[in-house]
């Protein structure tokens, strides 16, 4: 066990560390030429202009001010300055409700520290239990249940405590989930008109001899909702349409980077080879080459383009049906239309940005297999991940990478890389693993049919939360590999796991602890740094940016990241509050990083991160359930913990606390769950009324006629280098789309609409101005 | 372990005691006098009179026709002539699709019976491990996979044959659940115009300080179902009401027992005395008394029922609204009202029969509350329900009895009444307990707060399946206490459990057999002979009834008891199926079951039960899924017996098994379920615009008027000695209501206002007046 002294180096190294970045944070920011890296959110939104505009040349790219040194930290009060209703307003409520569970945290863990350290430090303290025994211990242990003898009647008072941070908790999330329940009936009822609105997400039109999916959809809308049909749109497959733009694109990327070396070194034509990866094939003029490949693509494209929207083939049994009012749109996604329930499925529409394209046509009966496909491919994924990992370790040896190539050989026969190959090769197995998790989890969400992008993350979300419970927390609390695991759990009795677990929760504090430091105060304030797009960033501003627009491109702000994100505030949550009565020392630490997090986390949101879509905090729920479920792993532990410590008489109070917690889940749900599934019509219908008021004459059709093409459509037809002609009538109504519609802007067309604002009337808040203010140079 | 003799005796004997059960049935029904208790739906349907009308006095009470007696066995092919749809028509679809589960049994277990005999049984049989082994052992044992030895390849084809009785289960399921949902849908399509398809149950309506509830209903409805809204009917707190006119009821009962036997015996005037249940008190008139306290209930009734009517406070948050279109009601039941989820609950209402009337004002958070506890309470009423018994018998001994009563003492101390009180007492609680069970259950079900009866049957059929699974399933197999199989369970491994019980299972075979052979053969056998109310309706008829309406209360034609009655179904397809590969020789035995509760359900449904409500097969999914559990379990105990037979080779390929059920019931879940929650808008349209066409001028308004009134107020109002003046105008739309709506009889009314018809004119088909001629006298 670690002494005090440990945990103060450790601690001591940490904050170090993060220190050092925070300072690299504070002097990069200030770089003007790291302005779109650190300040991606207010180009995209169109406030801010490169600095390459005016100035000296080296002020382009330094700054010089040194009085902007002095105030490192200055960004932190920053951030907390942005009042909420504004912060939501600039970057919508998933991201304003994303930061509350870090205040969430706060909340529940500030009483909780008081508490136990007021009443369970000195219970713990002043026993001798373990100066009495001949163990090794350290000051920390003093202060934990450990200290306390066996069969004591001072378990009584971690009952108690369990008994009030139940409590405290469940009370913190009803009010939380209030909160934001009200929040998101709030934004809905106060948002401006979104086509999502009035928009039904209609699945698995059944096939017809008769007619095409248009007129079926027209059909049976007309008859079954004759007062409140509009419009619809017809889904098309253009799924080979984007893969084709997207490897234009690339190419397109690959000739600016030829040309740009080509302008630098006029004397020598770049050449390539037109094999696997340039290594081998016939050796070309690489402009030239990229030129006539991007020729040939557009041509494809242009005949694709055709393909898809005449041939009804092309037409998925899907498609976008719009109401006259909020109130029919919400009549229709909440109701079964069909006698069959497998066919006219309805659901709301996602936000046009949101929806997930690929798979809109699947059919009924593979859902149901490839979501049972998913659970049983999960279920390996996490309990076997290890396998195939030992597999690949088995072969990614010394011996293996000398046979493979020979050539090799006498370098790795020197001793120090050889030892440091072996040292390190068996652990990158499983480092590449974790690093691609996330992306494994969201393939198995896309495989599974989700229609949103916030579907698809929430998914993984749960699936990551899970991976991380059995494999970080339970892997770390029981030694052994996690197949081990799984066996000690399948030959042991039932009640005897949580046992198992619980006697070993105390021993592992000290371990927790540094994790906690490492990856959630180092983690945390590396993020902020965001080294990765810092590099990347400029990589391809030197190789590929020739226009704004190109630097625009290579911009790249990232998102909240809600699939890995929150499930690893969940594994905090779940941390704290198992560790809160056992040892009370580690609830400070947890706090340290809650706090820090909420602001680094602010500050990225508020100036990095562009929102990728808008589910208007869907995700609370989930969010709600996780904490409730570590909530009730906390109990079943603390059982498990007190029924080894004979403390018979005391431990049967705590068997309440799990069926009171199930109890006040169950009330939550039906209490506020529906707030973020239906839409109620008493809402849509106060709208509704409204804006007839408002706006009579509004011309609701137009609006909503061409709310939901695939993006493709849209953003092919207004690609700078266009090399095909366009219906000029569809350019138009698509421009005129999204003028009216400013919340739905897509990430490259938002320079083009709004005009570069002056300084002055970017912001029409005070915090908003300041901040501008302090970051320009 | 039981040999083919042993076997073959028990049979013989539960064989001639059916035999005796149907020949003393035969003959019972033959006679007149019990005309009223064997086909007592006849005379609720108004298509038979009492026999008394008319004829020779002695051919009123015996039937003298020798004729008649030579086939006693033709009701069953009488029972079977009714096709379907007459059977939908006559009892309604619940009865019918009820009677498809004994079908169903009989589909699946057929082609079981037969594959399994063709293959398992000489793959068992030719072995010799039980003839080289030296335990005792009979010809049954050589039929089951005992006699397989350990380690064979033969185990193979167990495996295989799980493979195909899985399929072809769910392959009957999945066909059996679609023939169903399309029954449910045709039968919703084709039904006559019924007040529950416009009716929407809203609950929890908010206080008003401003409003009444009637107003703020129709003020909600009319700004949020603009369109839709036709009518509300608000709901009345009348179960005080309904308390008192039962008391009523009974007081008027023992009047008219005195007023009998005074007639019988007119030289005394009968006298009783007032206290406790007429053992001490005051000695009165008897007459005198009940007529001096029906006066003073009957006073009491008026002045509640005013107050009922006229007091807000009377008034529950609760109201049935209607619509003026099934379309609107179909929304309106389907989509949430409110922005606060827990207020303006919608749901379909229950036909009026099915409303239980006394759970419509719970709020919702104490909805939350019940459902717990009533969760917990069932926790301990399956695991521990024998320690109160345990208790309860520990008192109830003989020395108990002597210190109670010491009057008794004499002659519980004669040596052959103690030894038969000593066998006899310890037993009876259990069995009390038992007998209690399904009411206990109904009971927690109705503390729940479900509203329809149909709902409170569903779910006390699921838990009491529960408790027959743990309580008789696994008690049987598992020797012990349930207590004691708890703490087996709860120390066992995991993985271990389906190993314990696996191996328990083929020599429980025997068991069994004999369990089917009483319970189902000789129960299924006693249910037609219907000996409690054959008693009962005899006493009544001796004591109580004076006059023919008299008689027709005293009939209890009872009702098919979802609650007992599927439970008990559900029980065989378990153990059906769980022996279907191990031990073969069972099959028969259940088949047998199946095939007679078939014909004797079919004969009761037809000429017993009385329909109480009509939920048009809402149970269905409950079914299916509970076999869809008992095909698991059968699944998961193939494996844990496999496993310890040393067959490490076949084992693994039986884990696919649950796996693909689990797969099988959510496709079925997501693909039939929703036909028995939701209505379709598209039915609900094309049942509309048909309506329209053919009445246009339907007065739907009056017709729904008073359709969702408190039975007590109708029922009161037309109480044959009304003591009290009831509104005209009431009681004229109260009997209109009545005519308008053949469909919703209530008990007692249903010979006021069908006029007894002439035997031709009474049915249509030639089956129906086939039976009613058979049955005449």
Chains 1, 2 share one sequence.
């Not at 799924?239 to 397109?252: G, I, R, T």
């Not at 929102?611 to 498990?640: C, K, N, T």
Request: glycine share 4%; charged share 20%; net charge neutral.
């Amino acid at each position: 066990m670690a002494t005090l002294q440990d945990i103060g180096l450790a601690a001591a190294i940490n904050i170090i560390t993060a220190l050092i970045f925070l300072i690299a944070f504070a002097f990069l920011r200030l770089q003007p030429f790291n302005d779109r890296v650190y300040f991606p959110k207010w180009y995209l939104k169109g406030l801010r202009t490169s600095p390459a505009t005016s100035g000296a040349f080296v002020s382009k790219f330094i700054n010089l001010d040194y009085r902007s040194y002095m105030k490192f930290l200055n960004w932190m009060p920053d951030a907390l300055k942005m009042p909420e209703a504004e912060l939501i307003d600039h970057a919508g409520l998933d991201s304003a409700v994303y930061l509350r569970i870090y205040l969430l945290g706060l909340k529940i863990f500030i009483p909780i520290l008081f508490l136990t350290w007021a009443i369970l430090v000195p219970v713990n303290w002043t026993n001798k239990t373990l100066e009495l025994s001949k163990a090794t211990y350290s000051d920390i242990d003093k202060l934990s249940i450990s200290n306390i003898p066996l069969g004591s009647h001072r378990f009584y008072t971690h009952v108690i405590m369990a008994y009030a941070v139940t409590f405290w908790t469940c009370f913190s999330l009803k009010k939380e989930y209030e909160t934001i329940a009200n929040m998101r009936l709030h934004f809905l009822q106060s948002e401006k008109r979104r086509p999502d609105q009035f928009t039904v997400l209609v699945k698995n039109v059944p096939p017809d001899a008769d007619e095409s999916v248009s007129e079926a959809v027209e059909h049976f809308f007309l008859v079954n909702h004759p007062d409140n049909y509009l419009t619809h749109q017809v889904v098309l497959n253009a799924n080979k349409l984007a893969d084709l733009v997207e490897e234009k694109k690339s190419k397109q990327n690959w000739l600016d980077y030829y040309q740009n070396k080509y302008s630098r070194n006029q004397s020598k034509r770049p050449t390539m080879k037109t094999g696997f990866l340039g290594l081998w094939g016939e050796k070309v003029d690489a402009i030239q080459h990229h030129i006539s490949e991007i020729e040939k693509l557009s041509n494809e494209i242009a005949e694709e383009r055709k393909y898809v929207v005449n041939n009804p083939k092309a037409i998925m049994p899907a498609a976008f049906v719009s109401f006259k009012t909020r109130w029919g749109a919400a009549v229709c996604a909440q109701t079964q239309q069909a006698r069959n329930p497998t066919l006219w499925l309805t659901e709301w529409a996602p936000e046009p940005r949101d929806v997930f394209w690929q798979n809109l046509a699947i059919p009924y009966v593979s859902l149901t297999i490839r979501k049972l496909l998913m659970a049983v491919a999960f279920f390996f994924l996490t309990f076997f991940f290890i396998i195939p990992i030992a597999f690949v370790q088995s072969l990614a040896n010394i011996e293996g990478i000398e046979k493979a190539a020979p050539f090799l050989k006498p370098i790795i026969e020197i001793k120090t890389i050889k030892s440091f190959i072996q040292g390190f090769l068996p652990g990158i197995a499983l480092k590449i693993f974790l690093i691609l998790l996330p992306t494994i989890l969201m393939m198995m969400s896309k495989f599974e049919g989700f229609l949103s992008i916030s579907r698809l993350e929430r998914r993984s979300a749960s699936r990551y939360y899970l991976f991380n419970f059995v494999n970080v927390f339970l892997g770390s609390v029981i030694a052994g590999t996690v197949l081990e695991q799984l066996q000690t759990f399948l030959d042991q009795s039932v009640n005897k796991i949580p046992e198992t677990i619980g006697v070993a929760i105390p021993m592992k504090a000290t371990f927790f602890i540094t994790y906690v430091m490492v990856d959630g105060w180092t983690g945390t304030a590396g993020e902020i740094l965001r080294l990765k797009p810092l590099i990347i960033y400029h990589l391809k501003n030197f190789f590929l940016v020739k226009t704004e627009k190109d630097r625009e491109e290579a911009m790249d702000p990232g998102s909240i990241g809600f699939n890995t994100g929150e499930p690893q505030i969940q594994l905090y949550f779940l941390i704290g509050l198992i560790y809160a009565v056992v040892t009370p020392f580690l609830t400070p630490f947890i706090l340290v990083f809650f706090a820090l997090a909420y602001v680094v986390y602010r500050h990225q949101i508020i100036n990095v991160y562009n929102q990728e879509y808008e589910s208007s905090a869907a995700f609370w729920p989930d969010v709600h359930g996780r904490i409730i479920a570590a909530l009730m792993i906390s109990q079943l532990l603390l059982m498990g913990l007190l029924s080894t410590k004979e403390a018979a008489s005391s431990t049967p109070f705590l068997l309440a606390l799990p069926v009171l917690t199930i109890g006040f889940h169950m009330y939550c749900k039906g209490r506020y769950e529906p707030a973020f599934i239906r839409y109620p019509l008493q809402e849509a219908m106060m709208k509704d009324t409204l804006e007839r008021a408002r706006e009579p004459n509004l011309n609701l059709k137009g609006y909503l006629q061409n709310a939901y093409i695939h993006p493709i459509f849209k953003s092919a037809s207004s690609d700078s280098d266009d090399d095909y002609d366009d219906d000029d009538d569809d350019e138009a109504s698509d421009q005129k789309w999204r003028k009216d519609n400013v919340l739905v802007p897509t990430k490259r067309q938002s320079r083009k609409n709004t005009p570069a604002p002056s300084k002055m009337s970017a912001g029409s808040s005070p915090a908003l101005i300041e901040i501008q203010e302090k970051d320009k140079p």
